[in-house]
């Protein structure tokens, strides 16, 4: 069995959202079965949508640092509970020689499995993971199309983002995510991503009328199936 | 700020009650202002029941290299999401310099300053629990009288106890501690402790007829408090 480490905070609510999916997708019955989970929920960790467009210093240095810590704890290998963050993945990298499992590629490669045809593929993210063309290169590779939100509606999205980071999940919220869901739909995406971890705090499948993929729970399920080799 | 460490994992379920009682305590609206909490969920640890009743291996040095990888990786000060696993404070304290806010002693505390008349506590929580006197102890030191369930209902919460860890959440385990708490009760206690962490996933305030104090509440408060200075 491998101890996962859990670069968290990014916020605290979708860490804990993590959790409770890595939790319910280890079948072990018995509390001493389980996977071991070392988590840094690090709130400190700089702004990435600022950081991605330019206007703040790089959040970089500080996952490194919990990249370093989390190995000292004991982690076998790394997750990163935040899409933008991925960003950074180079840095943590640079810090820790454990494997890092990537949730945009996991989350990729769920859709490759489970919608082979779809080409074109609505993004629900920060500006700071849209900035840093983080699924968008992902995408690229695949020969698949990503479908963004319009100017105003990706604008709503970010103040909601930061109302739920800041711990208020109402309906605003959701309709604020909700409006730009239904634009990618109506401009033709055939699936949805929640390519940020604050989504699936708030919209489901049963909200959207095309499959929605959540990143968290695949990344949940992929260290789950990691952890117990 | 200081960073805290929780050693959890005793079980998974309980730890991730505890984090989002601290996150619900914790003030700040923005998420880098939040307090950082660095998590062991580690249910690797031995079973604390069978230690203390003799019939196991110490879980002590696994809390203790829990204790130091916590620390290794930026804790300031530890807590643990677990009653039982108290009773090994000490390998803890020989392990690493940083403090440790005992949940048993916050929970006394509270009791003391909300409910300063109270002298007979029942006391819903694991046999090891029972075994090693955690409660009795700081409960005698103040002059209370601990109200335990009669053996037979006892064995029930036990049985409930570990279908609760393996992740059943359920109407027969509610049934088994509420039969506790009644059974206290009506042996005279005038407060009950839901002094193991599994106990408020299930009984809430509004179940007794007496004030039920929740210690893994009380810890996420203190937890807060000691984070923020």
Redesign the interface.
Known sequence: MR?VGVLG?????AT?DF??KV?AA?P????????????????????RNAAARGEGPSPGPALA??AR??V???ADFLVIACNTAHAWAGDIAAAVDAPLISMIEAACETIAAAHPRARRIGLLAGQGCLDAQIYQSAFERRGWQAVIPPADLQAGFMSALYSV???SLDAAEKAAFMACAEAVIAAGAEIAIAGCTEVPLLLTAADLPVPLIDPTQILAERTVAFARG
């Open positions: 101890a905070g990014m916020g605290p609510a804990l959790l409770t939790l280890d072990a019955p018995k509390e001493q079965d389980k996977i071991r989970i070392l988590v840094d929920c690090n709130p400190g960790v700089l702004d640092e919990m810590g989390l000292a704890a004991g980071k800041a711990g």
